[in-house]
């Protein structure tokens, strides 16, 4: 029987781009996959196709670590009970808790035989014994990708043979390179924020830099930690020009870019939020829109070098830096700056593609 590729997530697949590129580039190469879901959510679980094995069981964003840790080790152990170790040949695992829950599957029958793809920063970093986990992970993995070369600041063990694969769908991409633009509104400049709303202190200071003026409005897109925390705020304090859209369907995603001027990228000060890459950074590039975010992190050193956005001192006056950057937009100059941004994604994409591929030719 011909073996196949196990894809390890802890969420659902239209809430991780990531894994649905997976997914969707082992579909091309003709190579057959099972993919692992957890609806934490409570989403409609009806319609999910034959090779999605499911853990049906929602939780809450809220919990204390503790209770986080309990959840995740059930997960994993309901999991392990559902699978046929020997129909697969090789698996990918999504992010460091998932990888860190699945360490043994992974040692025991998976070893230089899986990639370790790690999006996010992890509380599991902070401590001696799981930093060692997943150092060991990270050994045994046919090759350990990551969203961003800022991760290598904080990843365990110091090695430079990380493989980069960018926070956007690479058909996205593709498709998306040769959109048009539209010129800036000379009126009422929209200010998009959207995907999974967190990093609340940051957006309320966007807020309040732009809230109830009447040269600017607020957008926020999806759902999250932050969305009600953001909500309640401009209620209280009389924000007249924000509005909120809760959870959106993927397919609508980009007419939310379209229809926007600006894009916030605007995070907290901390180690989450300071060495990622944001898909509202390729996402706004791809969609011609400009960035605004606060000063510090890895994606604000990415939107000034490459210049497809401004990045504002967290002590300066924002409403003031974006009518100036405005002001003084050059749209030719712009372009070729995005042009740049984009190539280089594109670029090293490639050696993620070639890791993907020698993957799927171990005991092919």
Known sequence: MRKKI????????????????YMNMLEKMGVLYDVVVWNRKGDVVADLPKNCILYNKPT?????????????????????????????????????ATAVFFSLLLFNHFAKRYIFDIRDYS?????????????????????????????????????????ISHNIDYDTLVSLDQSSFSPLSDKIIKILTIGNLRDPDAHKEVIRAFGSNVFFQLCFVGDGLAAPILMDFCSQHQVSNAKFIGHYEKKDEIGFYKNADIV??????????????????????LTHKPIICFRGSYQSKIIE????????????????????????????????????????????????????TKLSQINS
């Open 305 to 356: 070098d490459y210049g497809i956005g401004l990045a504002i001192n967290r002590n300066e006056d924002m409403l003031a830096c974006t009518k100036q950057y405005l002001l003084t937009f050059d749209r030719d100059k712009y372009e070729k700056n995005r042009v740049m941004f984009l190539d280089l994604v594109k670029e090293e994409y490639k050696n993620f593609f070639n890791t993907l």
């Open 60 to 96: 809450d964003d809220l919990y204390p670590f503790w209770k986080k840790i309990i959840e995740n080790w059930r997960f994993s152990r309901s999991i392990k009970n559902k699978l046929d170790i020997y129909e697969y040949s090789a698996a990918i695992v999504v992010d460091i």
């Open 123 to 163: 509380p599991f970093c902070k401590y001696a014994i799981t930093r060692k986990l997943i150092s060991k992970l990270i050994t045994c993995s046919f090759q350990t990708v990551i969203s961003s070369a800022g991760f290598k600041s904080w990843l365990p063990p110091k090695r430079d043979d990380f493989v």
């Open 264 to 285: 916030n990228c605007c995070m907290e000060d901390n180690m989450l939020s300071n060495y990622l890459m944001s898909n509202r950074i390729y996402l706004a590039a």
């Open 6 to 21: 196990l894809i390890i997530s802890a969420s659902m697949v239209h809430r991780t781009p990531h894994v649905q590129m």
